[in-house]
Structures are given as structure tokens and as C-alpha cells.
């Protein structure tokens, strides 16, 4: 099922200890990224940027790359500032400008634009002294100048059109392979917390054809990824975290109709780091 994964087997650390209170998949998922249900907590992504910063202030500090959406609550900063909580990048498209809405202004330069946003800071800075103190509100400015930046170099970080060709075809002309490459872009770039989700392994049915498809989707970009960050000298300061949020019986499911399958198993999982 891993062929080109398993070159890798020496690099790799497979937790099978892993096991949740939750077998189904919202709610298991929040917890995976925020480990905890009963109270509003912030998710890892969200705890990473606020601990250790982000190397670079022109990109998000925590990106989500998906292929559809996803569940707010697993980017959520909860009660840490708002400028912490993850942003999710659609990545369905292959045309960069349509990935983040509203990316370029054609009707305003740059520097007109950056003193337009110095009088919205100015004003809002004088409505901030009197609110006193505001989360949302220094949110909100923070995102503006977030903005402002990512202008300049987002475009460019998530294009992985503009890797060569050889770096193309290891990963893969994929939707799969292109969210690896532009989670290699942006780590290289110095933004801290990158997630990229592979939705579709809830296999109730057929499992002995949908487990190897479903694998074969993400096996040879994630193997280029460990190939990738180790050739540039990146994978001794790179965590890579592979799971999902609880595993699959041992026995068929029950209730599938068709090919044999398995069912929701919150007992016993595991999860990879490389």
C-alpha cells in the first residue's frame, strides 16, 4: 500500500499507542487539533505560531491547505489573540490569483494603498484608546496589514508551478502533489505550521479497493516531500505528522452493503512522524 513511503522507513516513527473518547469524525477531528471537547481550546497550529512566532510576516504564520472546506473550529486561536487562528487556502483551483480572493488590487498602487491603511490605523488606533483595550478590533488590524503583505509574496509562495520540472513530476501533477509542493514553498519561507488534508478514507465499504487508492493518492507526494526537505537540509528542523482522528475495526462492518469494509474504531490508531 506504501511502496514509496516505505523507502523511507528508516525516518519514520509509527505511534500506535494513539486513542480518542470520539468515533465520529467532526467532533474526533477538533479533538485531534485542539485535545479537548469540553472546553474552547486553541488548535496545535495555533499554539505553534504563538510560541515560537513565524519566520516570515508577509505570510501566515498557520496555513490549512485543503481541497474543499474544512472545520473552523480545527484553526481555531479560541483565547489567544486572533492573529493566531490558521488560515485555510482552498487549493482546488490551479490558478493562483483565485486561491486567495482578492490577492491583487488593479485599481489602487501600493503605495497609494499603503497610505490609505496608514489613516485606517491611525483612525483606528484613536477608536482603540477608547475602547481601551479591543481583541477583535487588533485582530482585525493585524489581518489588514497581514493583507497588505502577502501582495508582495504570496503569490509567488503558493505557485508551485514554478518549481522545475523534475521537482513537478516527484511530487506528482496532482491535487495532492501540488498541496505537498506548496506546503514545502511555504515552510521554506518561514512560515511555522502547515496542515494539508486528504479527505475520503472513510471506508465502510470495499476497503481492498478504496485503502490502496485512497494511499496511492498520497504516497509518492508525501515520500517526496521527506526526499524533498532532506535533500535541502530542512527535514532535521521539519516535523511531519501523519494520522487521521481515530482508526478502523479489525472486523468487517456490519452494516456495509456491498465489498467488505470497516467501521469507526476510536480504541486504537496510530500516526506517523517524520
Not at 34 to 43: A, D, K, V, W
Not at 64 to 87: C, E, K, V, Y
Amino acid at each position: 500500500v506504501w511502496p514509496e513511503l516505505g523507502a523511507h522507513a528508516d525516518k519514520l516513527a509509527v505511534i500506535r499507542s494513539m486513542h480518542t473518547d470520539i468515533p465520529a469524525h467532526d467532533t474526533a477531528q477538533v479533538m485531534f487539533n485542539t485535545g479537548s471537547l469540553r472546553r474552547i481550546m486553541p488548535s496545535v497550529g495555533s499554539w505553534m505560531l504563538y510560541g515560537m512566532g513565524s519566520d516570515n510576516q508577509s505570510l501566515p504564520g498557520f496555513v490549512a491547505l485543503s481541497n474543499g472546506n474544512i472545520n473552523a473550529n480545527n484553526m481555531r486561536s479560541a483565547f489567544l489573540p486572533g492573529a493566531f487562528q490558521g488560515t485555510q487556502v482552498n487549493t482546488q483551483t490551479r490558478n493562483v490569483e483565485d486561491l486567495i480572493a482578492n490577492i491583487r488590487n488593479r485599481n489602487v498602487s501600493l503605495p497609494e494603498q499603503r497610505r490609505q491603511l496608514d489613516l485606517l490605523h491611525s483612525l483606528n488606533e484613536v477608536h482603540k484608546q477608547k475602547m481601551k483595550k479591543d481583541g477583535q478590533l487588533e485582530a482585525r488590524l493585524q489581518a489588514y496589514e497581514l493583507a497588505f503583505k502577502m501582495q508582495l509574496e504570496a503569490i509567488d509562495a503558493f505557485d508551485a508551478s514554478k518549481e522545475s520540472k523534475a521537482m513537478q513530476t516527484l511530487y506528482g501533477n496532482t491535487n495532492e502533489g501540488r498541496r505537498l509542493l506548496m506546503a514545502r514553498r511555504l515552510l521554506e519561507r518561514g512560515v511555522r505550521f502547515v496542515q494539508v488534508w486528504h479527505g475520503g478514507w472513510d471506508h465502510h465499504n470495499n476497503i481492498a479497493q478504496n485503502l490502496p487508492r485512497k494511499a496511492g493518492e498520497i504516497d509518492k507526494p508525501l515520500a517526496a516531500l521527506i526526499t524533498d526537505l532532506e535533500q535541502r537540509g530542512m527535514l532535521d528542523e521539519t516535523l511531519i505528522l501523519w494520522g487521521g482522528e481515530f482508526g478502523r475495526t479489525p472486523a468487517a462492518d456490519g452494516n456495509a452493503g456491498g465489498g467488505a469494509g470497516r467501521n469507526h474504531n476510536s480504541r486504537a490508531f496510530s500516526v506517523m512522524m517524520a
